[in-house]
């Protein structure tokens, strides 16, 4: 029986109704992919930071309460040899005869006191609010003179005042020094700062500061920092969490809040406000710098804005060489010692970079460390871009 071959005619794919309808569809998904990824790319320019949050605690005070600072001047005793030299510090001298005579011994007039274990020293302590008496303080010893050492030495009742005269404290104990040193044939070794110490709980408070805390139906918050925002997110808190018309923003820097009068009741208002969350704007762009360490800091605010920048260094270097003249043969001349300098000058090339514009604090960064120059360079190439407007920010020299 003979075989019947039939033939199919080929499938053209392009042609196909099914074809058409995937591709399509792939076509439109692949658009859709590529404006997604360009959404996602320019978000970070156009989608507003998130706000930061914090407690009212961490970006104000209240008016009155804050600490106090006392000082008083005295005398360490019982150091090895190391306290002031006398004939010039006359001041230690005179402070012990006082001393001397409060506790009835009277010494001789002209008595020449070479002492070296007394050494004089300044006092400082921060008296914290609503400090009680009978209540402990630390305290910062400070040598006044030319002592080596407050090592083992023993400070005597000081008395510790503010800046009105009266005393508050009185401060005494032994010191801790936190350094070490030794000295020999005029070889010295020295760990740390020796003429500094630390007493804890070397004051006893005497007399308590009043405060305006518990007067009038007000109390008054002061911001850290003066800003509009804050000081209106901070009275939108307290209004929300205790009712309209309790706290009202006065300026950048002071809230005023409606209080209670009973004493307990204030207390736990306070402790209710202070632990309320505030959305915080943005800080304002601002770069820092610090001439004296060469230090830089910029927050996240700081943006860049296209530029070029040529930076360069320049270098001399001077050598000096001692050379010696000697005298001809029976001229009766001397030998004569001369100097002879040589004077370099180099001066590396500087490549103009160009600076991309930066909108975030990494791509700020990034751009100027393409520079390889160093914090001190910085310093004056923040300045040369803030004064050529594509430094986008507030300088400040501390």
């Known amino acids: 029986m003979a075989m019947t071959t ?31 990824t360009a959404a996602v790319a ?44 006398t004939t010039q510090t006359p001041f230690t001298t005179q402070s012990l005869n006082a001393m001397l005579q ?30 009680q008496p009978g209540q402990t303080l630390d305290i910062n010893v400070s040598s006044l003179g030319n002592a080596k050492s407050l090592r083992g030495g023993t400070l005597i009742a000081t008395p510790l005042k503010g800046a009105d005269g009266r005393i508050y404290a009185m401060a005494q104990g032994n010191l801790i020094v936190g350094g070490a ?40 918050l002061d911001l850290h920092a003066s800003d509009f925002a804050t000081a209106r997110a901070v009275a939108g808190a307290i209004n929300a969490a205790k009712g309209d018309g309790t706290a009202a923003a006065r ?11 009973d004493p307990n009741a204030r207390v736990a208002f306070l402790a209710d406000i202070e632990n309320l969350d505030v959305e915080l704007a943005r800080p304002a762009a601002r770069v820092v710098l610090n001439a004296r360490t060469g230090s830089v800091v910029l927050n996240d605010a700081v943006t860049l804005g296209p530029c070029a920048v040529a930076h360069g260094s320049l270098s001399v270097t001077i050598n000096s060489t001692p050379q010696v003249s000697q005298p001809g043969p029976l001229s009766q001349g001397q030998t004569v010692v001369t100097e002879k300098a040589d004077i370099a000058i180099t001066q590396q090339p500087g490549a103009l970079v160009q600076m991309p514009a930066g909108a975030k604090l990494a791509d700020v960064v990034k751009a100027l460390n393409a520079l390889g120059a160093t914090p001190q360079d910085l310093l004056a190439i923040l300045q040369a871009m803030r004064a050529a407007g594509a430094l986008r920010a507030e300088i400040e020299v501390i």
Not at 61 to 74: C, D, E, P, W
Not at 181 to 198: D, E, F, P, T, W
């Open 6 to 36: 039939h033939h199919f005619p080929a499938l053209d794919s392009s042609a196909h109704p099914l074809h058409d309808r995937s591709r399509r569809a792939a076509d439109q998904l692949l658009r859709l992919a590529l404006w997604l």
């Open 42 to 85: 320019s978000a970070a320019l156009w989608w507003p930071q998130p706000a930061v949050a914090a407690r009212i605690k961490e970006v104000a005070a209240v008016q009155g309460v804050r600490h106090n600072a006392l000082t008083g001047y005295g005398l360490v005793v019982g150091l090895d040899g190391t306290g002031d030299q």
């Open 102 to 131: 409060q506790m009835g011994v009277t010494v001789p007039p002209g008595t020449s006191m070479q002492l070296k274990n007394v050494a004089a020293v300044l006092v400082t302590a921060q008296l914290p609010p609503f400090a």
């Open 181 to 220: 040193g030794a000295s020999a044939g005029g070889s010295k070794v020295q760990i740390n700062h020796l003429s500094a110490g630390r007493i804890p709980d070397g004051a006893t408070v005497e007399v308590a500061v009043a405060t305006p805390l518990l007067t009038g139906d007000t109390i008054q």
């Open 251 to 261: 300026d950048g820097r002071v809230v005023a809040v409606r209080a209670p009068t």
